[in-house]
């Protein structure tokens, strides 16, 4: 479903979202999600993410795999 | 033009991907430090994260990080969704996963071997289909999928794990996020899974 304008169920959703905190408060961890630009950032993330900054995971795995 | 709310959805999934994805070094120590709450729910459990971070030094938080996920032959908490689902890594929620991140384009780096159910792969693929990628019912949909059978157990077990210090505040803002998610959800109409 589209996040249409006049439809009252994306409006409560956001209203929800705001009272718990995700506007504001959320804001503040943007330093925290990635550099400035966050288009450019986005690739660079998914890579530190799936890359081999977790490559002890990756032995673990196959540890885990073998049983 | 992204609703200040869903760019702070994006914002705690980067975030927990992030911490999740390896320990944080020390200029992440000092961005964590800085976070500040402001009385509501979110904020609170990011003023948690700050106090917890305030304690905590980088090589504390690698040993941390290493006994909760990596561990000597096994950590405390295997943080692949495969696990969570099925007991064991590889199985069929896998590759329900490596087929809906093919058809959203987000296949993983090539060279990379590791599952892409890892809990941060996830939260990263959820913060880049919000910030563009995919509508909400498309968000409604991964979530649902991928992360609400048991990322909020994930969570919750990482606020309890027994080596858990910094990282159970991180646990406590990954459990509150989950439980936002679902019940933000709930106003957007189902789509077929």
Known sequence: MR????????????RFLKLAGLGTAASGAALLAGSGAAKAAAPAATEAAKGYRVTDHVRRVYDLARF | MIAPEDQGRAYLYRLLARLLAAAPDAATLGLLRGLGGDGSPVGGDLQGLAGAAATAG????EREYH????????????PFGSWYLAGFLHEKP????RRDL?????GRTAGTKEPEDHVASLCEAMALLIEG??????QKAFFE????????AFFADLERARAARFYAAVGRLG??????????????????A
């Open chain 2, 58 to 61: 980088p090589g504390a938080l």
């Open chain 1, 3 to 14: 996040d249409g304008k006049d439809d009252a169920a994306p409006r409560a959703r956001r």
């Open chain 2, 67 to 78: 006994d909760l996920f990596i561990g000597v032959g096994r950590g405390e908490l295997v």
């Open chain 2, 102 to 106: 093919g058809t959203l384009g987000l």
């Open chain 2, 94 to 97: 896998l590759a329900h996963l």
């Open chain 2, 145 to 152: 999928r991928h992360l609400e059978g048991w990322a909020p």
């Open chain 2, 133 to 138: 990628k995919g509508d909400l019912g498309a």
């Open chain 2, 175 to 192: 459990a509150r996020l989950m439980t936002l998610e679902r019940d933000g959800f709930a106003f957007v109409e189902g789509v077929a």
